[in-house]
């Protein structure tokens, strides 16, 4: 894999207190939604990019130098891989929205643990320089997340444990091997708690798209006075991240030296019927919500990202009227070509 030249004057400001200057990175689960954006940020920024996944992102070519087609549950296929990296940003997942995680716990808890395990063991084997993982706001305790009005979470409040699920159970469990392979095995391990990114490119449709997208695929597919179907009383609260800064947090935590889990998310809390509206609004069309049963997660999640302020010096930029319109031309335009 070829060495690309340093470009962006980021990546040189962060050069000067960080060896990240033109490394040569894996991006496992680049052919998702978060991951096949983190690529293009991090071949932005003039680093070497290999790509690997069980398939190529669908919506648009990938930017990586290299692209290896290889499941991460089986280890000796996802060997090669590994090899000749300083870093790993470690994405790989089985991931989708409450429909999809609440009919498919048991797949989940099994796939996700094997890719995390497989990971941080090739990544020792192969002595990469950093290891990051990306977890979840899901490892939080639902006690603390029983009201749309709960406090943000902050990064100490994960313990005693009471994860949300399957999903929770497993990001849990990898974070505390990630901290046991760097107490070890020497890991340098950095770990990234995603907060509801959504932008642009990402899974709309099919049962994994989570609540942004899902919603901007039901407006834009609706005519004049439909009703939007909406899961539960759209009282529940949560904060939501546009995806640029959400690679760009990604992009200062690794080249770091904060070897504490840090939030990445937005502190502006919103309800889902709100946030319906905004979109609703966007549109231009006149359209009612209609509030149905179904899969909620729990009632209230915002982050507290004090500490990514403090030590990555990051806030998200992208006001949320301004993401989520971004998101929904992106979604209409999809549904007309199709």
Known sequence: MQTARCGSPLSRTRARHSSMSRARVLVTGAGGFIGSHLVSSLKREGHAVRGADLKYPEFSPTSADEYIICDLREVREATPAFRDVDYVCALAADIGGMGHISKNEADILTNNTLISINSLR?????????????????????????????????????????????????????????RYYSEQHRLDVRVARLHNIYGPEGTYQGGREKAPAAICRKVAAAQPCDAIEIWGDGGQTRSFCYISDCVDALSRLLASNITQPVNIGSEEAISIESL?????????????????????????????????????????????????????????????RA
Do not use: N
């Open 122 to 178: 090739l990544a020792t084997r192969y002595r990469v320089e950093r290891f990051l993982f990306a977890s979840s706001a899901c490892v939080y305790p639902m006690t603390l997340q029983t009201a749309p009005e709960s406090p943000a979470l902050q990064e100490d409040a994960v313990l005693p444990a009471d994860p949300q699920g399957a999903y929770g159970w497993e990001k849990l469990f990898s974070e505390q091997a990630c």
């Open 276 to 336: 319906a509206r905004k979109i609703i609004s966007v549109s231009g069309k006149k359209l009612d919500l209609r509030f149905t049963d179904g899969p909620e997660g729990v009632r209230g999640r915002t982050s507290d990202s004090t500490r990514a302020h403090r030590l990555l010096d990051w806030r998200p930029t992208t006001p949320l009227d301004a993401g989520l319109a971004r998101t929904y031309e992106w979604i209409a335009a999809q549904l007309q």
